[in-house]
């Protein structure tokens, strides 16, 4: 077996990311070849991640990005086995590097469009499988979303602080006056927070797919079966606007004031800054 130099296996801790011992069993099955050695480590982790395919990854981190100007905002998860292993240090710099590919991500959504991304001459998927070597966990993207501004608006991202749970909005405006005024900003961060403790399904009831809808019903019709012909229709018209109200953003009852919708509370801070405001879009992203 070839006689390894210890600075040749620290440059390929350098360059991987993996331990000591895992570099120099590398470079000698390599025979000292650098580039062979990364090779064989990623192979490494692509093997783990073909053992462990049928594992379940309900643990990880939610990360997000938003550009200087405030126009492109990124909101990606990336999970894993267990809580120990989205804790380390190497986890978590592979969640931030996530956010990082997907700024430069051509596309606004598609998990194998972020994983194809390639910064610096390095895909993400590339990173993906260097984490699962090191941790020897299966670890893969969950989630990943981008929005861009191509008018005026603004674009509020909130991440829970156990970083489990995350939320973009993009709030449209009249014009970028209304859109950087303190209420505005203020708004949409409180109603980024909002958005994420109490998970809406969608914006409005034409978000809400039909199959819900005619799911829901059914639920009360079995529920008041019972009940006189009569009054059955306005029961189950009386339930389902509770559950618009309970599941559509604009329909919800703000966390923070309970007396006024989300639309209201909107509504309240656009006229404040003297212009107008409305919710286009959201996501909100979830590991566990």
Do not use: W
């Not at 025979?31 to 692509?46: H, P, Q, S, T, V």
């Not at 303190?182 to 998970?199: P, Y």
């Not at 509770?242 to 309240?268: M, P, S, W």
Request: overall charge neutral.
């Amino acid at each position: 077996m070839a006689e390894i130099p210890a600075s040749l296996v620290v440059k390929l801790r350098k360059m991987s990311g993996q331990g000591m011992m895992d570099c120099k069993k590398a470079l000698q099955e390599a025979n000292g070849d650098i580039d062979e050695a990364m090779a064989i480590l990623r192979k490494k982790g692509l093997a783990t991640l073909a053992r462990r395919a049928e594992r379940e990854t309900t643990q990880g981190l939610v990360v997000g990005k938003t550009n200087a100007d405030g126009k492109t905002a990124v909101l990606a998860s990336l999970c894993c086995e267990t809580d120990f292993v989205a804790n380390s240090d190497d986890f978590k710099a592979a969640a931030e590097k996530a956010a990082e590919y997907g700024m430069a991500c051509k596309a606004d959504e598609g998990i194998d469009n972020l994983l194809e991304t390639a910064v610096g001459g390095k895909k993400l998927r590339d990173v993906v499988t260097e984490v699962v070597s090191k941790t020897g966990e299966k670890t893969e993207v969950g989630d990943y979303a981008k929005f861009r501004l191509d008018g005026p608006g603004l674009i509020s991202t909130y991440i829970h602080f156990n970083s489990k749970v995350g939320t973009m909005l993009h709030i449209e405006t009249a014009d970028d006056k209304t859109a950087q005024s303190e209420q505005i900003k203020r708004t949409a961060a409180d109603l980024a927070m909002h958005i994420t403790a109490t998970k809406p399904l969608a914006l409005d009831k034409s978000g809400i797919a039909p199959k819900v809808i005619e799911q829901e019903k059914s639920i009360y019709a079995e529920q008041v079966k019972n009940k006189p012909p009569n009054i059955v229709e306005k029961i189950i018209e009386g339930k389902m606007k509770k559950f618009y109200e309970e599941n559509c953003l604009l329909e919800q009852k703000f966390v923070k004031d309970d007396t006024k919708t989300v639309a209201q509370v909107l509504e309240e801070a656009a006229k404040q800054a003297g212009g107008t405001a409305t919710i286009k879009r959201f996501v909100r992203f979830d590991v566990g």
